[in-house]
């Protein structure tokens, strides 16, 4: 859905590297999740928020960092950038807890 | 926390016939279980939810139920075409735990033609 937007689309970066993924969404939701997806899992919750200035850890946090200053933006940073992280990265939004996650288009990671 | 097995990991059906995937959580406090596929190379979209008072529910020939007691639910799909297969991932959420979602590792269906 072109209300939810990701940046870059495609990353390659080296070991040790800073980087950070980008979600933007424009329908105002309060919920707003990043997941990674390997191949042959599912789909694994990072991080989440649930308005501005309030994140939470989900099951796979270490090594990434988020911030939510603003309601439809919700960034997810590598702060140094190890090859168990090359994945894709998913950013959902949604409107309230029982409500549908709308998912953004992702962004595959490389890490050499 | 909650914990989504899903089965089989992949299915291969004929043109026509029907495919059964199932899902079985462990929580008893979650009450929403959203089915998503997911296209080669494309994101997951919604194909079909059920909430907790709701055993059943159909849309066109996908149909979703719900065994509450039992803590597993199932997507059924009829009369299969090759435009269904796909990976199909259901997920399983509560009112507690602020709209987070756990995944089961998804199932590959191909459908044959």
């Known amino acids: 859905d072109a209300g939810i937007t990701q940046s870059p689309r495609y990353k390659i970066t080296e070991t040790g590297r800073q980087v950070t993924l980008m979600c933007h969404q424009t329908?105002?939701?309060?919920?707003m999740f990043w997941y990674r997806q390997d191949l042959g899992h599912g789909l694994r919750l990072i991080y989440y928020s649930a308005a501005a200035d309030i994140t939470d850890k989900g099951e796979v946090p270490d090594g990434y960092v988020v911030s939510r200053s603003k309601t439809e933006n919700f960034p997810l940073t590598l702060e140094s950038a190890t090859r168990s992280q090359t994945s894709v990265y998913f950013c959902?939004?949604?409107?309230?807890?029982?409500?549908?996650?709308?998912f953004g288009p992702g962004t595959r990671l490389t890490v050499t | 926390g909650e914990n989504v097995e899903q089965h089989p990991s992949t299915l291969s059906v004929q043109e026509g016939d029907s495919a059964v995937i199932k899902c079985t959580y462990s929580d008893s406090a979650s009450n929403y279980f959203p089915w998503y596929k997911q296209e080669l190379g494309k994101r997951p979209q919604l194909i079909i939810d059920i909430r907790s008072n709701v055993g059943e529910k159909k849309d066109q020939r996908i149909a979703v139920t719900l065994n509450k007691t039992a803590k597993h639910f199932s997507l059924h799909i009829t009369e299969t075409q090759p435009e269904d297969s796909a990976v199909y991932f259901c997920a399983a959420r509560g009112y507690t735990n602020a709209g987070k979602s756990t995944f089961g590792d998804g199932t590959t269906l191909t459908v044959k033609p």
């Open positions: 959902a939004s949604g409107g309230i807890p029982s409500y549908e996650q709308y």
């Open positions: 329908w105002s939701h309060s919920y």
